[in-house]
């Protein structure tokens, strides 16, 4: 679904006009919204992936309902029925690709048909977020958070797992409040109490959701997609014919992109959430301002490191069995979170990495008293703290951003060995000064959107729509051609 388009746009100025149209009604609203999500996803996706989405909706359904309809069989036997059930249908979309070929030439050598596997299995869309929306929804049921008349119906569920906003690269809109999982102006927000609203909805802050949409295209259009098609792409495509300076900047670029990608289609998802009058959590928090490795996963990519702690974490033990227990757990967590962004030894030792710098970390705390010590030296012991951890992160998304092992390896060899015999092919020396500054700005430009809105706010309300159709002028000048299909969409 591309949020980032004309076409899309030009949709949503409809959409938003019949919405609005039901103010009063906020049932209603929360009716069209279900429809229009369904529609869309059979407009954009297969009906193989819209078929996976209604089935597994369905089971969610079934198993929540069995929770109460049949209690001779007990809530945690439902649980894990559901839980199996979800784990069971992500990991085959997630898999089935990698075991098709070998299954099909296995097959075939046998003399068995092999029709169903000649073709490519596409990973259905959203089947990520709306599986991990179905285990947290089943688990509040379990723990009576949604009992009674709070249960969802069928129709609620469709409409909470689909919401067009979030099914393609989230966040992940629980049913219930979480702890960390915020609204834009720090409150909580949860997908039941907006689904079952009866008070008519209001468009929430509307300079500053038209301001984050902004700053989306400006993200996700203008910068994510200048840095790759500029630095980043070429660099990762042949690194042996760049020098050891264009590496590095491509390096960094990357994390960049992926920063902009991301956290632009989720400031436009919560802008587009606020002017429906939809709370959705922000799934980014400077993140690149982390002085560790455990606060980079407080600030980065929220919702999933929430659903992580409450999903994985908790129930492998938490922190309730000691230190070492508590170590072992983080670790099964953040390995697993690297097998599901994807297939392949680069993603299991991308998740690797995370995993044994969170616990060594954990263990210098102990041992050292790192905290405590960071603390006490002030901004220099913050400022090294913030660049040691960026700095892991960028060089861990080496294995993140390769195809395959062998192509992490081929740009570290090029970064280590292209120092002198090879000529800079990029104004790498530029963009790493860029970076640098940006990096060192980037404090004061985290509350740039506020007080742009805030400035919007104090104008005349007749002239408010000219800075920002200006501002709209300035990111589509500056913008390549063409907008990139978003990366998380893939995972």
């Given at each position: 679904?591309?949020?980032?388009?004309?076409?899309?746009?030009?949709?949503?100025?409809?959409?938003?006009?019949?919405?609005?149209?039901?103010?009063?009604?906020?049932?209603?609203?929360?009716?069209?919204?279900?429809?229009?999500?369904?529609?869309?996803?059979?407009?954009?996706?297969?009906?193989?992936?819209?078929?996976?989405?209604?089935?597994?909706?369905?089971?969610?359904?079934?198993?929540?309902?069995?929770?109460?309809?049949?209690?001779?069989?007990?809530?945690?036997?439902?649980?894990?029925?559901?839980?199996?059930?979800?784990?069971?249908?992500?990991?085959?979309?997630?898999?089935?690709?990698?075991?098709?070929?070998?299954?099909?030439?296995?097959?075939?050598?046998?003399?068995?048909?092999?029709?169903?596997?000649?073709?490519?299995?596409?990973?259905?869309?959203?089947?990520?977020?709306?599986?991990?929306?179905?285990?947290?929804?089943?688990?509040?049921?379990?723990?009576?958070?949604?009992?009674?008349?709070?249960?969802?119906?069928?129709?609620?569920?469709?409409?909470?797992?689909?919401?067009?906003?979030?099914?393609?690269?989230?966040?992940?809109?629980?049913?219930?409040?979480?702890?960390?999982?915020?609204?834009?102006?720090?409150?909580?927000?949860?997908?039941?109490?907006?689904?079952?609203?009866?008070?008519?909805?209001?468009?929430?802050?509307?300079?500053?959701?038209?301001?984050?949409?902004?700053?989306?295209?400006?993200?996700?259009?203008?910068?994510?997609?200048?840095?790759?098609?500029s630095l980043v792409d070429p660099v990762?495509?042949?690194?042996?014919?760049?020098?050891?300076?264009?590496?590095?900047?491509?390096?960094?670029?990357?994390?960049?992109?992926?920063?902009?990608?991301?956290?632009?289609?989720?400031?436009?998802?919560?802008?587009?959430?606020?002017?429906?009058?939809?709370?959705?959590?922000?799934?980014?928090?400077?993140?690149?301002?982390?002085?560790?490795?455990?606060?980079?996963?407080?600030?980065?990519?929220?919702?999933?490191?929430?659903?992580?702690?409450?999903?994985?974490?908790?129930?492998?033990?938490?922190?309730?069995?000691?230190?070492?227990?508590?170590?072992?757990?983080?670790?099964?967590?953040?390995?697993?979170?690297?097998?599901?962004?994807?297939?392949?030894?680069?993603?299991?030792?991308?998740?690797?990495?995370?995993?044994?710098?969170?616990?060594?970390?954990?263990?210098?705390?102990?041992?050292?008293?790192?905290?405590?010590?960071?603390?006490?030296?002030?901004?220099?012991?913050k400022a090294l703290g913030v660049f040691?951890?960026?700095?892991?992160?960028?060089?861990?998304?080496?294995?993140?951003?390769?195809?395959?092992?062998?192509?992490?390896?081929?740009?570290?060899?090029?970064?280590?060995?292209?120092?002198?015999?090879?000529?800079?092919?990029?104004?790498?020396?530029?963009?790493?000064?860029?970076?640098?500054?940006?990096?060192?700005?980037?404090?004061?430009?985290?509350?740039?959107?506020?007080?742009?809105?805030?400035?919007?706010?104090?104008?005349?309300?007749?002239?408010?729509?000219?800075?920002?159709?200006?501002?709209?002028?300035?990111?589509?000048?500056?913008?390549?051609?063409?907008?990139?299909?978003?990366?998380?969409?893939?995972?």
């Open positions: 679904m591309g949020l980032v388009s004309v076409e899309f746009g030009l949709f949503f100025v409809c959409f938003f006009a019949l919405y609005w149209a039901f103010w009063r009604q906020p049932r209603a609203q929360s009716a069209l919204l279900t429809l229009t999500s369904l529609a869309l996803l059979a407009y954009y996706a297969s009906w193989v992936a819209s078929a996976c989405f209604v089935a597994f909706t369905m089971f969610a359904w079934l198993v929540s309902r069995g929770m109460d309809a049949l209690p001779r069989i007990p809530r945690k036997a439902w649980l894990w029925i559901g839980i199996g059930g979800g784990v069971a249908h992500l990991a085959f979309w997630k898999y089935a690709e990698f075991f098709r070929v070998p299954l099909r030439e296995t097959l075939a050598a046998h003399g068995f048909g092999t029709g169903l596997l000649e073709s490519t299995w596409l990973l259905p869309l959203g089947v990520s977020y709306y599986t991990f929306q179905g285990i947290s929804y089943l688990h509040a049921r379990y723990r009576r958070e949604i009992d009674g008349p709070l249960r969802l119906s069928l129709f609620d569920l469709l409409g909470h797992f689909g919401l067009f906003l979030t099914i393609t690269s989230g966040p992940i809109l629980r049913a219930r409040n979480a702890k960390h999982l915020t609204a834009y102006d720090g409150s909580e927000c949860n997908g039941l109490d907006q689904i079952r609203q009866a008070t008519p909805r209001k468009v929430l802050a509307p300079t500053l959701a038209l301001t984050l949409i902004l700053l989306a295209l400006a993200k996700k259009w203008w910068l994510a997609g200048w840095l790759s098609e990762f495509a042949n690194p042996s014919q760049f020098q050891s300076l264009d590496v590095l900047a491509a390096i960094y670029g990357y994390t960049l992109q992926l920063f902009f990608d991301f956290s632009g289609y989720s400031d436009l998802v919560v802008g587009l959430g606020m002017l429906l009058g939809l709370r959705i959590p922000v799934n980014f928090r400077a993140p690149l301002l982390a002085s560790n490795i455990r606060e980079f996963w407080d600030r980065w990519h929220i919702s999933l490191s929430v659903w992580i702690r409450d999903y994985l974490y908790i129930p492998l033990g938490g922190s309730k069995h000691g230190f070492s227990r508590t170590q072992l757990n983080l670790f099964i967590a953040l390995v697993l979170s690297g097998l599901w962004h994807g297939q392949g030894w680069n993603f299991a030792l991308w998740g690797f990495l995370h995993a044994s710098a969170l616990v060594l970390l954990n263990i210098g705390d102990r041992v050292f008293g790192g905290r405590e010590k960071l603390t006490r030296s002030g901004w220099p012991g040691v951890t960026v700095n892991f992160v960028c060089f861990a998304f080496v294995f993140f951003r390769a195809t395959h092992l062998a192509d992490a390896i081929a740009v570290f060899r090029a970064l280590f060995g292209n120092l002198f015999d090879t000529p800079i092919a990029t104004d790498a020396p530029l963009w790493l000064l860029a970076m640098l500054v940006a990096l060192l700005a980037y404090p004061r430009l985290v509350h740039l959107p506020a007080r742009y809105a805030s400035a919007l706010d104090a104008m005349p309300t007749w002239l408010r729509p000219a800075p920002l159709l200006a501002t709209l002028a300035l990111v589509a000048m500056f913008a390549p051609s063409g907008v990139p299909g978003f990366i998380y969409a893939n995972f």
